[in-house]
C-alpha cells in the first residue's frame, strides 16, 4: 500500500466507482476544477487520455531529453502550473491516467455513467466505468484546417502539431519552415521553432493585427497580453523572421515533398489578389487556422452551442460555467477558446460551482474568492473574443480551392465533388454532402475536414457565409466520441457490473461530503446572490441530492493492464 497520496495505486476494485464528480480533460481546466472541488470536500475522479496532466499546451516532454529542461523551465505558466500539479498530487482526487472517454450517459436524474477505455491509444484496454453526480467537460480544442492545394504533401503540419512535436521530443518538421494561417499561435510557433534552430522564411497571417484596435477595453484591461506579444516578436526580430499579413500559402510545391509555397496577399474576405503571388523555398510548412472546441461528448448529449467571434461552435454556459443540460458543466476551450489563463480560471470557477451546488450549502464558500475569480475570467474572456474577431476567417478562403484539391483526406473527396454534390444533385448542407460524396465518414470522422465541407456547402448553395462564421452543425449525436474496441461493446451486452463503492450518506467534512473552508482560508462574507448556483437552471425543479461515499483518493491511479491473449 503506498505510503503517501502521490504513489500511484493499483487498479480500480472493480469495474465501476462512484463519485461525486467526474472531470473529463486533464488540462488547466480540468486540472484546476479537480482541485477546487477537491478542496471543498467532493469525491472527484479526472480523466484524461494522456499519462500525465497538462493537456496541449503544458504537454511534457520525454523524461530523457536533457537538452530541453532549461527551455521548460521558461515556458509561460509552467512553475504555476507545477505547483497545481502538487496540489493535485496532495489531494484525494483520482487522476484515472490513460483513459479515453468514449460515452457519457444520464442513469437517472442525479447520476451519469462516464465510460472509458483505458492503453496508450485506447486499443485493447480495460473497459471502466464511472458514475458520478456531476460531470465536468474540460475537453480542450484541436487545430482548425482550412485546406488548399498541396496540402496533402509530406512536410505539411499543422502548426500546433508542429509545437507538439518540440515540446514532446525537440523533433522540427524540416530545416526550412514556412509558418502560416492566422491566429496569435503562429507567433508563438514560428518563435519556437527558430530557438529549436530551423529557419523561418517567413510567418505569413492571413489577418491583420489592426482588427485588434477595434477592441481597446478588452486591451487595456489585459497588458499582460500585449506584452507576450512583444516577448514573441521580439524573438522573430532577433532570429530576422519576416511577417506577411493580409496574406496566405494559397499552393504547395513537390513531388513527393514539400519543395516551395506560393504566398499570395488577400483581400479584405480572403480571397486572392490576382498577380500577387511569391513562390518563398522551404522543405516544411506549419499551417494553422485558429483552433476549435471539442463538443463531441456535450453535443451529444444535448448541449447547446454558441457562434464564437471567429466561427466556430463552443458550448453554451452561464456565469458558474454551467451548460445547459443540468448536471454538466463545461470549462476551458470546450466553452470557447482563450488560452490556458482563461481555461484555469473558468476551471476553477466550475469546480467551486460543483461543491456549492451538490452540498446544498453556501455559508462556508468564500464568497469575494469566487467573486475574484469570475472578475478575471470575465477580463480574459473579453480579449479572448477580441482576439477571435481578429483573426476571422473571411469568407472568400474557399475560392483557394480548385476542383481537384482534396477537401476530405480520409476518403479523397475534391472540391469539384463537394462542389457538384451542391450544384447537381441538390446537397443543401455538409451532412447531405456527405451522404453524397463520403465527405467526412473516414478515420478522422470529420473532425479535419469538416469545416471546410460545411462552407463549402454554404458557399456553393448560398452564395457564401457571413464574414467569420461557419454555418452551424448539426448535434453530434454519436454514441461513440472516440475508435473503442468491439470487445468493450459487447461487454456492455452482459449483467449491469456491480459498482464497487456504494453511495451513502456523506456527513459534511466527511470523504465523500463537501466540508468547510480549506485549512488557512478565512471565512469571508456570504456569496451574494449572482455568485452562488441557482438549484437548477432554469425551468427545472430542484432535488435532492444524494452524497456518494468517497474513494480512496489522493493517488494517480495509472490504467489498469489488459488481460494478455493468444
Not at 468493450?488 to 470523504?511: C, F, K, Q
Request: proline share 10%; charged share 20%.
Amino acid at each position: 500500500m503506498p505510503d503517501s497520496p502521490s504513489e500511484p495505486r493499483g487498479p480500480l476494485d472493480g469495474p465501476c466507482r462512484a463519485y461525486d464528480l467526474a472531470v473529463i480533460g486533464a488540462g488547466p481546466a480540468g486540472t484546476a476544477g479537480a482541485v477546487a472541488a477537491a478542496r471543498l470536500g467532493l469525491s472527484v475522479a479526472l480523466l484524461d487520455a494522456a499519462d500525465r496532466t497538462g493537456g496541449q499546451y503544458f504537454r511534457d516532454p520525454a523524461p530523457e531529453l536533457a537538452a530541453l529542461r532549461g527551455r521548460r523551465a521558461t515556458l509561460p505558466g509552467r512553475s504555476a502550473f507545477a505547483a497545481l500539479r502538487a496540489r493535485l498530487a496532495a489531494s484525494r482526487v483520482d487522476h484515472l491516467a490513460a483513459h479515453h472517454v468514449w460515452s457519457v450517459t444520464r442513469e437517472d436524474a442525479d447520476a451519469w455513467s462516464v465510460h472509458a477505455v483505458t492503453g496508450p491509444d485506447g486499443d485493447g484496454g480495460a473497459p471502466v466505468r464511472v458514475r458520478a453526480r456531476a460531470v465536468l467537460l474540460a475537453t480542450g480544442s484541436q487545430e482548425r484546417q482550412l485546406p488548399f492545394p498541396g496540402w496533402t504533401l509530406p512536410g505539411v503540419v499543422g502548426a500546433g502539431g508542429a509545437q507538439a512535436m518540440l515540446k514532446s521530443g525537440l523533433v522540427l518538421p524540416g530545416k526550412r519552415v514556412v509558418v502560416a494561417g492566422s491566429g496569435p499561435l503562429l507567433l508563438a510557433v514560428a518563435s519556437s521553432l527558430a530557438a529549436a534552430g530551423a529557419r523561418v522564411p517567413a510567418v505569413v497571417e492571413a489577418s491583420g493585427y489592426l482588427g485588434y484596435a477595434r477592441h481597446p477595453r478588452a486591451l487595456v484591461v489585459n497588458p499582460h497580453k500585449a506584452f507576450e506579444a512583444a516577448v514573441h516578436g521580439g524573438a522573430l526580430l532577433r532570429h530576422r523572421v519576416p511577417v506577411r499579413t493580409r496574406s496566405a500559402v494559397t499552393r504547395v510545391h513537390g513531388t513527393d515533398r514539400v519543395e516551395a509555397v506560393t504566398v499570395t496577399r488577400l483581400d479584405r474576405d480572403w480571397r486572392p489578389v490576382p498577380g500577387t503571388g511569391r513562390r518563398i523555398a522551404c522543405d516544411a510548412l506549419a499551417v494553422g487556422h485558429g483552433l476549435e472546441p471539442r463538443v463531441e461528448l456535450a453535443t451529444g448529449l444535448g448541449c447547446a452551442t454558441r457562434r464564437t467571434p471567429d466561427g466556430t461552435h463552443a458550448l453554451v454556459v452561464d456565469g458558474l460555467q454551467r451548460t445547459t443540460v443540468p448536471g454538466l458543466w463545461a470549462a476551458g476551450e470546450a466553452a470557447g477558446v482563450g488560452g490556458w489563463q482563461l481555461a484555469w480560471l473558468e476551471g476553477e470557477v466550475a469546480g467551486v460551482a460543483v461543491a456549492l451546488r451538490l452540498s446544498g450549502r453556501t455559508g462556508a464558500v468564500p464568497g469575494e474568492h469566487l467573486r475574484a475569480l469570475r472578475r478575471r475570467r470575465d477580463r480574459l474572456r473579453s480579449f479572448a473574443d477580441a482576439m477571435a474577431a481578429a483573426h476571422a476567417p473571411g469568407e472568400g478562403w474557399t475560392d483557394w480551392l480548385t476542383d481537384d484539391t482534396d477537401v476530405c483526406r480520409c476518403e479523397e473527396v475534391t472540391a469539384g465533388r463537394v462542389r457538384a454534390a451542391v450544384a447537381e444533385l441538390g446537397a443543401h448542407d455538409a451532412r447531405t454532402v456527405k451522404l453524397l460524396t463520403r465527405a467526412g465518414m473516414g478515420w478522422c470522422q470529420g473532425r479535419v475536414c469538416g469545416t471546410a465541407v460545411t462552407c463549402l456547402a454554404a458557399a456553393a448553395h448560398g452564395g457564401g457565409t457571413a464574414r467569420g462564421t461557419v454555418p452551424p452543425p448539426a448535434p453530434a449525436r454519436r454514441p461513440l466520441a472516440v475508435p473503442v474496441p468491439l470487445g468493450v461493446l459487447a461487454a456492455l451486452d452482459g449483467p449491469e457490473p456491480r459498482d464497487s463503492a456504494t453511495p451513502e450518506a456523506a456527513a459534511p467534512g466527511t470523504a465523500g461530503a463537501p466540508g468547510p473552508h480549506p485549512p488557512g482560508a478565512a471565512a469571508g462574507p456570504d456569496p451574494s446572490a449572482a455568485d452562488q448556483p441557482d438549484p437548477d437552471p432554469p425551468g427545472v425543479a430542484d432535488r435532492p441530492d444524494p452524497s456518494g461515499a468517497a474513494p480512496p483518493g489522493g493517488r494517480r491511479i495509472p490504467a489498469p493492464r489488459a488481460p494478455s491473449g493468444d
